[in-house]
């Protein structure tokens, strides 16, 4: 195989999804009071909620200041702004998600006692965890477990008025590898074009 045909190989392999290893994110570069819905951070698109309290839709937030924060590493997490009880996350790549703390957020009476999260793939419902039960200024982690995922939305248990307080700290999870397929392709791909260059010397 020539350098061309290599270094086509080696481009393609490039432009694949990389193997990221493990990914912990600790929140810790962000600013007080920051908003993640509707951005990207991490290689996550953080979405906006369904509604929380008095039907107001909540979104992916930093706490507005250290007070009635409780992370689980560093001084900041994230939390369900306005209590919203289904907040969700969008994967660049399919990821194998290994869990995440999660604490009580402001006042301990909006704390919501319990939370379960819900993995999907192109757009289908493949599991969810059971209730982590006992939310606290204590950071406690949710083994979540699904592998192969794209989006997870984090259910909450209301208490006041339609919202239920979380915060959540240190997301973890392993970034996917080329799917097999598209590797497949590739290289056959790379070999038409080898077998096509052969011919052309023959002739």
Known sequence: MNRWLWAALLGGLMGLPAEAGLVVLDFEDLEYGEVL??????????????GGYL???GYW?????????????????LINCYGDTQLGLAFAHLANIEGAYFSGQGHPTAWTPAVRVHAYRNGAEVGTTPWLEGISAEPQWLAIGFDSVDRLVVEAVPVVSGGGWYGLDDLTFFAHAPEPGTLVLLLGGVGLVARRMRHRRGS
């Open 55 to 57: 039907g107001r839709i």
């Open 61 to 77: 937030m930093t706490p507005s200041s250290p007070n009635g924060n409780y992370p689980a590493s560093g001084q900041r997490n």
């Open 37 to 50: 819905s509707g951005t990207t951070y991490g290689d996550i698109s953080w979405e906006f909620g369904s």
